[in-house]
């Protein structure tokens, strides 16, 4: 058994707090009804959403000595047609499991899919990784003014601070226009 087959500690705490994310996760009967079809126990039903999915996927990881239970809870998770009624979900939690998922050398595509890329290991890594999101928010049309007053909240991977930039942008933009 390699080293790669498992999630370490603090892998499996990020990805559960991406999934349990208060504002952005799974919701409670998601998780049950997630961790129910995987046959993986529920050791902590009563705590809190990230700690009762952190519970469970250690108790899986330790069980069956490898990390593909927890792939799979990711996979389920994350299956778009999930998200049919509430597409606007969707998009936040991939970004924040794909966060959380970095480190190990990880990352879930648009369909749900989970493959591996290069591990981050660096800021510079991120930087590089937030380019990459400005380059796919070029590519869908999104205006430059917007990408100029949230360069450095993309590259923090901070999307609420992003749009509160581009916000303030178009209140600059109207005071130049009227002044």
């Keep these: 058994m390699t080293v790669e087959s498992w999630f370490s500690q603090s892998e499996l705490e990020a990805i559960a707090r991406a999934l349990g994310d208060t504002s952005e996760g799974l919701k409670g009967s998601e998780i049950g ?12 039903p009563t705590a809190t959403k990230w700690v009762r999915l952190l519970n469970a996927f250690v108790e899986r990881q ?12 990711i996979r389920q998770a994350l299956k778009p047609e999930r998200y049919a009624r509430e597409p606007e979900r969707f998009e936040p939690m991939r970004a924040n499991v794909n966060r959380a998922v970095a480190f190990a050398g990880l990352a879930v595509d648009e369909t749900g ?9 660096t800021l510079s890594e991120a930087q590089r990784r937030a380019d990459d ?8 049309g999104v205006h430059p003014d917007v990408l100029r007053f949230c360069r450095a909240e993309l590259v923090a991977d901070n999307y609420f601070h992003a749009v509160l930039e581009a916000t ?6 109207l005071r130049a226009r009227t002044a």
Excluded: C, G, H
């Excluded at 009804?33 to 993986?40: E, G, V």
């Excluded at 303030?168 to 933009?173: E, G, N, R, V, Y």
């Design 133 to 140: 999101l400005r380059a796919d928010l070029v590519t869908r």
């Design 62 to 73: 330790n069980r069956s000595k490898n990390r593909r239970a927890i792939l799979e809870f």
């Design 113 to 121: 899919e989970v493959y591996k890329v290069d591990r981050a290991a």
């Design 168 to 173: 303030k942008s178009i209140a600059d933009k």
């Design 33 to 44: 009804q997630i961790l129910r079809t995987l046959n993986m126990i529920d050791p902590t």
